[in-house]
């Protein structure tokens, strides 16, 4: 099993960047599908960001294409999300996802482990 932890979240000004950690403190990464989904105030957790488990294939929401990016690296078994250009729109919590599946993994259902999330607020 996964334990997934999340940091790097905080108050950035509109414009601006974060990079998001995701590591596990139990388990290897490098074994797994991993995606960021995020969950904004009334509205449902949606999704960011994936990645292969092998080939390092990503996929990403129309709404952060070109601006946010994931990637692994396997020797600090930690999976991050570089987040530039940041929007107030871009505010929500970030949860970092783990998935036992060949494919890229964009929706919720497909996820077998979570982390406790995250908080990236977006000032304008």
């Known amino acids: 099993q996964v334990q997934l932890v999340e940091s790097g979240g905080g108050l950035v000004q509109a414009g601006g960047s974060v990079r998001l950690s995701c590591a596990a403190s139990?388990?290897?990464?490098?074994?797994?599908?991993m995606g960021w989904f995020r969950q904004a105030p009334g509205k449902e957790r949606e999704f960011v960001a994936s990645?292969?488990?092998?080939?390092?294939?990503?996929v990403y929401a129309d709404s952060v294409k070109g601006r946010f990016t994931i990637s692994r690296d396997n020797a600090k078994n930690t999976v991050y999300l570089q987040m530039n250009s940041l929007k107030p729109e871009d505010t929500a919590v970030y949860y970092c996802?783990?998935?036992?599946?060949?494919?890229?993994?964009?929706?919720?259902?497909?996820?077998?482990?979570w982390g406790q999330g995250t908080q990236v607020t977006v000032s304008s």
């Open positions: 996802a783990a998935a036992r599946r060949l494919g890229v993994p964009t929706k919720l259902d497909e996820m077998d482990y």
């Open positions: 990645l292969k488990w092998i080939g390092g294939a990503t």
């Open positions: 139990r388990g290897a990464l490098s074994r797994y599908a």
